[in-house]
């Protein structure tokens, strides 16, 4: 007759748990039920927990020679084959209430054995299409949550990129007004040097034609009752000077309370001896006597043209 083992195998359950069921269990029966009862854990679950459990802790097989008495618990109504197999449900399920059964229960029959088997295979197909359908919902989810973190990082990418166009345009907003203000800036030097060349051309002809230059002209500050005027000599805190001497003629600007002493030490510097500056319009000449004057006193405000001797 095959053994509980082989018959397991025979109905298709998978081999390590058909060898775990046969151990576990003492018929054919109970190995079914054991299977079903398992059939959510893992083979290494299942292994565990043989090892770990105690011997008492496993509901004995019966032994050779042993009647096949039935018990009943009458907590739950289940019916064993020994007393071994009572107890070992009463330490399991803490029931308490057992009784005899003049009933025996038979070996199932090859229609029950397929009957039984049918059943344990129809709720591991609904258990694993209820684990599909579950893992697809999970699936689902993951996706949406998936999505959700793309979405918002694509949203962040999308207002970085914005936040630098925007800083990039204001860069080149200001690039452009600075290079404005020093285009403005440049166009104001040129047509100061432009003004500046045509009076000192001026005053170079003025000095050539023995008459004074040209008075240097500042604005004029603006008022509200006429026309702008430019401003009286004492208004003034620097003269400046055309200066020709024996080498050349040479431009310097002093402050009015400068003496004439000064200005021919200032020259002596140079290497240019002084001994008097002659003025042509009006015609004076300002030897070392004069020299403790300034050029102030000496009317030479806002400016004159000097000849060196």
């Known amino acids: 007759m095959p053994s509980d083992l082989e018959q397991l195998l025979d109905m298709g359950f998978d081999g390590e748990r058909a060898k775990l069921a046969a151990k576990a269990t003492g018929s054919l029966q109970d190995a079914i039920d054991w299977l079903e009862k398992n059939q959510d854990s893992s083979i290494d679950e299942l292994q565990a927990a043989q090892v770990s459990a105690s011997t008492s802790d496993e509901p004995p097989a019966l032994k050779p020679g042993e009647e096949a008495h039935s018990l009943v618990c009458e907590d739950c109504g289940k019916k064993f084959r020994s007393q071994a197999q009572a107890e070992w449900h009463a330490s399991k399920t803490e029931h308490t209430n057992f009784a005899e059964s003049t009933e025996e229960i038979k070996p199932l029959t090859e229609e029950e054995k397929k009957q039984k088997l049918a059943e344990l295979k129809e709720k591991m197909a609904a258990k694993k299409a209820a684990q599909a359908e ?69 005053a170079e002809k003025a000095v050539r034609a023995g008459r004074a230059p040209p008075p240097v002209h500042e604005p004029a500050m603006p008022t509200s009752s006429g026309p702008t005027t430019s401003k009286p000599a004492s208004a003034y805190t620097e003269t400046r000077l055309a200066l020709q001497t024996p080498t050349g003629r040479v431009m310097k600007i002093f402050p009015v309370e400068t003496t004439l002493f000064e200005v021919a030490h200032s020259l002596e510097e140079s290497g240019v001896q002084v001994n008097s500056f002659t003025q042509n319009f009006p015609k004076k000449i300002f030897d070392k006597t004069d020299f403790g004057m300034s050029l102030k006193e000496a009317g030479m405000v806002p400016s004159a043209a000097l000849i060196i001797k």
């Open 134 to 202: 579950q893992d697809k919902i999970d699936r689902k989810k993951n996706e949406q949550i998936r999505m959700k973190q793309t979405k918002e990082t694509q949203e962040l990418k999308e207002e970085l990129q914005k936040k630098e166009q925007l800083k990039e345009m204001q860069k080149k907003k200001q690039e452009k007004l600075d290079e404005a203000a020093a285009r403005k800036k440049v166009l104001a030097k040129l047509e100061a040097d432009k003004l500046e060349r045509k009076r000192k051309a001026e």
